[in-house]
C-alpha cells in the first residue's frame, strides 16, 4: 500500500524549475572559481618564471666577474714573479689592489642593479 502512495507522488514544476536553475547556478559558479584559481595558476608560474630568468642573469654575472678577478689575480702573479725589486713590488701590489677595489666596487653596483631589476620583474603584473 505504501507502494501505492508513493507511486502517485509527482515533483511539481516549479519545484523542477527551482532545482534546474540552482544547478545551473551553482554549475556557472563552479566555472568560475576553476578560471579564477587556474588564472592565479597561471600568474605563480609567470612570476616563478620571471624569478628564475633574474636568479640566471644574476648567476651569469657573478660567474663573469669571478672568472675576470681570477684573471686579474693570476695576471698580478705573473707581473710579481717577474717584478725586479722591492719597490716594483709594493708599486705592483699597490695596483692591484686599487684595480681591485675598483673592479669590486662595480661588480657590487651591477650586481646589485641586476637583482632590483630581476625582483622588479617577478614582481610585475602580467598584462
Same mark, same amino acid.
Do not use: C, W
Given at each position: 500500500?505504501?507502494?501505492?502512495?508513493?507511486?502517485?507522488?509527482?515533483?511539481?514544476?516549479?519545484? +523542477?524549475?527551482?532545482? *534546474?536553475?540552482? @544547478?545551473?547556478? =551553482?554549475? %556557472?559558479?563552479?566555472?568560475?572559481?576553476?578560471?579564477? $584559481? &587556474?588564472?592565479?595558476?597561471?600568474?605563480?608560474?609567470?612570476?616563478?618564471?620571471?624569478?628564475?630568468?633574474?636568479? +640566471?642573469?644574476?648567476? *651569469?654575472?657573478? @660567474?663573469?666577474? =669571478?672568472? %675576470?678577478?681570477?684573471?686579474?689575480?693570476?695576471?698580478? $702573479? &705573473?707581473?710579481?714573479?717577474?717584478?725586479?725589486?722591492?719597490?716594483?713590488?709594493?708599486?705592483?701590489?699597490?695596483?692591484?689592489?686599487?684595480?681591485?677595489?675598483?673592479?669590486?666596487?662595480?661588480?657590487?653596483?651591477?650586481?646589485?642593479?641586476?637583482?632590483?631589476?630581476?625582483?622588479?620583474?617577478?614582481?610585475?603584473?602580467?598584462?
Amino acid at each position: 500500500m505504501a507502494k501505492e502512495q508513493m507511486g502517485n507522488f509527482e515533483i511539481p514544476a516549479e519545484m +523542477r524549475r527551482i532545482a *534546474e536553475q540552482s @544547478m545551473q547556478q =551553482a554549475q %556557472r559558479a563552479f566555472e568560475g572559481f576553476i578560471n579564477a $584559481a &587556474q588564472q592565479a595558476a597561471g600568474e605563480v608560474e609567470s612570476h616563478a618564471n620571471r624569478a628564475r630568468a633574474g636568479t +640566471r642573469d644574476v648567476t *651569469e654575472k657573478a @660567474m663573469s666577474f =669571478a672568472e %675576470r678577478n681570477v684573471a686579474a689575480s693570476f695576471d698580478f $702573479a &705573473q707581473k710579481l714573479v717577474r717584478a725586479r725589486d722591492l719597490d716594483e713590488v709594493m708599486r705592483l701590489q699597490r695596483e692591484y689592489i686599487q684595480a681591485q677595489i675598483q673592479a669590486l666596487n662595480e661588480q657590487a653596483k651591477e650586481i646589485g642593479q641586476t637583482v632590483s631589476k630581476a625582483a622588479m620583474d617577478a614582481a610585475r603584473p602580467k598584462f
